[in-house]
């Protein structure tokens, strides 16, 4: 019996009662590869991408995949595959896209503190466009492009200044945010981009958060980068094209993001309002492709009930799933094979082995568990491999891709002699 897919999830159902993604049960993959471990769906990335795709349907857009949700060479390689630029930040970042087949003229180079050494690495590459931060890093770009006798094109990244209404740590675009030159220093700033000889201004970009549910944010930055579109373009610098950033939300927990073309549809009626139709339009979606593409299986390893809390201790943890540590942020938490509808539930907080108490994965959960039943943390695919750490000296854990019935490992599990590898004992 095939029941319908999680919320959020269309390509993970449970059928007999078993959780499958596409045409693979997961109970087969945890058994073949171990946990925790890391799955992708292709469909779920390509059915994300399409959606921005149907958005931009007709107009000149280019989508650069925000590469720090999942930079996963296999991730890449589908995103790469399916025309996507990407958007990067740092000298690892590009050498991960390159080796995934990424093409050099898509690729955006983003971020605030970009060294001498990535800039020349961008530079010898060919890379599309250098998002630019600051004043400051302007003149630096500008004599390392001139010392290789280059010209680097760049775009400026303007702070529009609007709340996106998301948690503190993924808001961007405030005025106290380290992101960005302020709106009202904007033009003054294109001015000065516009006389260095070792630069060359294309475009304007802003990124004003992450996890944004919430159309308004959007729909004011726009009109605010719009304003400074009007104003650099007056003062005789052309402007090829507009990067309106990332930042759309997913759902976690019942969040209700707008769908990616209906947001666009608003989005491109206020470009076509000011007259900017021929405009090339970027954008640097990371979380929304990826985020619900991806679970991690994890084993439960023991159950301890206690006075306040019962815990569940799962085999995955914070090193491996960090965002709720760092953002209180929510995981479903779902059984790989369904319990009878009879079967006793307890409330849990779902905890990994590492020494701290910041290392939860779900809190209050309700769950009808015993040790050895596998469980898998929803919406995994963005901003967990990705930040995933070695603390306690915790391998990182393996990812496959799954497509249709085909299973893909795209990375193995990390063993402690890869750790190791680097360190050496002090000699004598
Ligand atoms: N672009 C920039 C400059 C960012 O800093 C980020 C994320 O922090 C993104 C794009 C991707 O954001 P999201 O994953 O929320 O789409």
Not at 38 to 60: C, D, N, P, T
Not at 245 to 274: F, V
Not at 387 to 408: C, F, I
Request: with cysteine.
């Amino acid at each position: 019996m095939t029941r319908p897919s999680l919320p959020g999830h269309p390509h993970f159902i449970y059928r007999d009662d078993e959780l499958v993604v596409e045409n693979v049960r997961l109970r087969d993959v945890a058994a073949a590869h171990g946990t925790p471990l890391f799955v992708y769906s292709k469909a779920a990335m390509l059915s994300a991408l399409a959606a921005y795709q149907r958005g931009f349907a007709g107009r000149h857009a280019q989508i650069c995949y925000a590469m720090k949700a999942n930079s996963s060479l296999g991730v890449l390689q589908v995103f790469a595959r399916a025309g996507c630029g990407f958007d990067i930040v740092s000298g690892g970042e590009l050498s991960r896209v390159l080796a995934a087949g990424g093409e050099p003229g898509k690729i955006i180079f983003s971020g605030v503190g970009k060294t001498r050494t990535e800039m020349r690495q961008a530079l010898a590459a060919g890379i599309g466009c250098f998002n630019v931060e600051s004043e400051a890093e302007l003149d630096v770009l500008s004599e390392v492009a001139l010392a290789l006798k280059l010209r680097a094109p760049v775009s400026i990244r303007v702070n529009p200044n609007v709340d996106p209404k998301t948690h503190p740590y993924i808001s961007t675009g405030l005025k106290d945010n380290k992101f960005g030159v302020a709106h009202e220093d904007a033009l003054r700033i294109y001015q000065h981009a516009a006389s260095l000889k070792g630069l060359r201004v294309v475009g304007i970009d802003c990124h004003i958060g992450s996890q944004i549910t919430d159309t308004t944010p959007y729909l004011d930055a726009m009109d605010r980068v719009l304003d400074l579109v009007a104003a650099i373009e007056g003062a005789g610098i052309p402007l090829e094209h507009i990067d309106f950033g990332g930042g759309l939300g997913i759902n976690y927990n019942n969040d209700t993001p707008p769908e990616a073309d209906a947001l666009w549809q608003q989005l491109l009626a206020k470009i076509d309002a000011r007259g900017y139709q021929n405009k090339k339009l970027m954008i640097e979606p990371g979380r929304s492709l990826v985020g619900n593409a991806g679970v991690c299986l994890t084993e439960v390893l023991y159950v301890k009930p206690g006075e306040h809390k019962n815990f569940c201790i799962v085999d995955a943890a914070m090193n491996d799933l960090p965002r709720p540590a760092m953002y209180q942020a929510f995981h479903a938490i779902v059984p790989l094979s369904k319990p009878g509808d009879d079967a006793a539930k307890v409330t849990y907080d779902v905890v990994g082995p590492v020494c701290e108490s910041g290392d939860w994965i779900g809190r209050d959960r309700a769950l009808a568990v015993a040790p050895g039943d596998q469980l898998a943390v929803m919406s995994a695919g963005a901003y967990c491999m990705s930040m995933a750490s070695n603390y306690n000296t915790r391998g990182r854990a393996a990812e496959l891709l799954v497509d249709g019935d085909k299973v893909h490992l795209i990375r193995q599990r990390e063993t402690v002699d890869d750790q190791i590898r680097q360190e050496q004992l002090v000699a004598g």
